[in-house]
């Protein structure tokens, strides 16, 4: 598991680490990317997952009972068909019979005895078994319901007992951990908390470098960086996150470039986009 609170970056380093991943290595990892938070995707656990890793053959098996229930239905239409000819002609109503009661024999057997379900299941861990550059990756699981999630875990152990493949969970950790469920531990066998770089100190560094490309540097007095040192300090007081430094920038960089065309004092419009996304009530 991948743990951290909300907004501090966590889907963007895992998307780091993805474009990394792949960019240095000869032979790409699959990454999946999993949502739970629409429910029909954790009801339909099995159908979701196969879709995921392989959504032609899903495609192709969504519609073999569309295209069984046509030929049952040509094959009816051309036995009522045959019955209106002559008597030397029916016995290919006896062969269309009987080949129609043992085509649907064998549809009815394999639906009892493999269901969808069950079917895609099998094929995933076949899949899973000879395929080791899978890594799925379930964002915000602490944010998913807690009855929900609870499911969620048996189902992800089918998929988690494979050695070669991977499953990154990503969420708050504190908010799950007192959860009394058996499998927790099972799913959640390691926890990594995000790294330093996602300390608001450094998140400060990134944030001031990009504000530094765009600010013109003869627009900045000593008033302005007083003031922009005491935003630093509240930013880093506060907690702030990547997101929230977005935030900050991209309504900086809106007033400052594209409505003030950088005719305004710096460390005011700083100060006050602070206060503007941040304080205003």
Request: aromatic share 14%; net charge positive.
């Amino acid at each position: 598991m991948l743990n951290g609170k909300w907004g501090t970056g966590k889907t963007s380093y895992l998307n780091l680490i993805q474009e990394s991943v792949n960019k240095n290595n000869k032979k790409e990892r699959d990454f999946i990317w999993l949502d739970f938070w629409d429910e029909s995707n954790s009801d339909d656990f099995y159908k979701y997952i196969y879709l995921k890793l392989m959504p032609k053959r899903y495609r192709l098996y969504s519609l073999m009972p569309f295209i069984i229930i046509i030929i049952i239905g040509l094959i009816q239409t051309l036995t009522m068909y045959l019955k209106a000819t002559t008597l030397i002609q029916n016995i290919w109503v006896f062969v269309s019979v009987g080949f129609y009661l043992v085509l649907t024999g064998l549809f009815t057997y394999w639906k009892d005895k493999l269901s969808m379900t069950q079917m895609l299941r099998q094929r995933i861990c076949k899949y899973l078994a000879k395929n080791n550059n899978v890594i799925f990756i379930i964002d915000d699981f602490d944010r998913i319901d807690e009855g929900q999630r609870n499911e969620l875990y048996s189902k992800l152990s089918t998929i988690n007992s494979f050695e070669n493949s991977l499953i990154i969970v990503v969420g708050d950790y504190s908010k799950i951990a007192d959860e009394q469920n058996i499998f927790i531990q099972k799913i959640l066998n390691e926890i990594t908390s995000i790294p330093y770089e996602t300390n608001p100190n450094f998140i400060w560094e990134v944030l001031e470098s990009r504000l530094n490309n765009i600010i013109r540097q003869d627009n900045i007095k000593q008033r302005d960086t007083l003031l922009i040192n005491d935003v630093k300090d509240k930013f880093i007081e506060d907690q702030r996150t990547y997101r929230e430094a977005k935030q900050l920038f991209n309504i900086f960089k809106h007033e400052y470039v594209e409505k003030r065309n950088c005719r305004v004092n710096v460390g005011e419009m700083i100060y006050l986009c602070y206060i503007y996304i941040f304080y205003n009530k």
